[in-house]
């Protein structure tokens, strides 16, 4: 499963190749004939649990990566709340809802459990990209941010229109993530927005493996059956 690296800002995607273009989703290509290593670019894909995998940290999850390349992943879990709010997570950090209410909307919303690397930090992940000073650009409409001003913006009632706050991230070294794919553990499809920051948190699981075109109680009836 996902190991713990050394820091977030390891630069993967300053030394990442150029992957060869996918002709239909998350399937692996083989570079030469010789070189039986798989390349392939994850960016901006959703990781779907298989419903066999077991892991107490990962079981159950849909996670988007934020960053693939030959030196490893990074990536949030989308679906699974801890018992912290964002109005609670602002209160640790000594942010306040000066202009945003108690009441809003946002200050109700849990923090998610991003995955087990850094997990006593905040991670943000947003659209628009904004102008944040510690951000890595998913596409032109996603960003991964974990410096405190977009948490800052959040708070003054400025920030992003649709925000995902974690503890914690997951993170893969060079070749991990990769065969954790062949030996059976996820899934991989292309990320939608609109699970990643509008559906509800419980029913993002099985909206990620509908845009496979699977129906999730069949591929569960089989994985019952391995």
Same mark, same amino acid.
């Given at each position: ?21 996918? #002709? ?60 912290? #709010? ?24 849990? *923090? ?11 991670? *943000?992940?947003? #659209?628009?990209? /904004? ?14 941010? #974990? ?65 496979? /075109? ?6 569960? $009836?089989? $994985? /019952?059956?391995?």
């Amino acid at each position: 499963m996902a190991k713990q690296t050394k820091s977030l800002h390891t630069n993967l995607h300053d030394e990442a190749t150029q992957s060869a273009p996918m #002709t239909s989703r998350h399937r692996f290509q083989v570079k030469t004939e010789e070189d039986s290593n798989l390349e392939l670019n994850l960016t901006n894909h959703f990781l779907i649990a298989m419903p066999s995998m077991l892991d107490p940290v990962f079981g159950g999850t849909v996670i988007y990566l934020c960053e693939h390349s030959p030196r490893g992943a990074m990536g949030m879990v989308i679906n699974r709340p801890i018992e912290l #709010t964002v109005a609670g997570l602002f209160d640790r950090i000594d942010l306040t809802l000066e202009i945003i209410p108690d009441s809003h909307p946002i200050g109700k919303r849990p *923090v998610m459990f991003g995955g087990p690397v850094q997990d006593d930090r905040g991670f *943000v992940l947003h #659209t628009p990209v /904004g102008a944040y000073s510690s951000s890595l650009k998913v596409t032109d409409d996603i960003a991964f941010t #974990t410096s405190r001003d977009v948490l800052e913006a959040v708070a003054a009632g400025d920030g992003p229109e649709q925000v995902l706050i974690s503890v914690g991230y997951a993170g893969w070294g060079a070749g991990q993530l990769e065969q954790e794919i062949l030996a059976n553990g996820w899934l991989t499809v292309a990320a939608d927005a609109r699970i990643l920051f509008d559906l509800p948190l419980e029913e993002r699981f099985a909206a990620a493996i509908k845009s496979l /075109g699977i129906d999730p109680l069949m591929l569960a $009836a089989e $994985a /019952g059956h391995a």
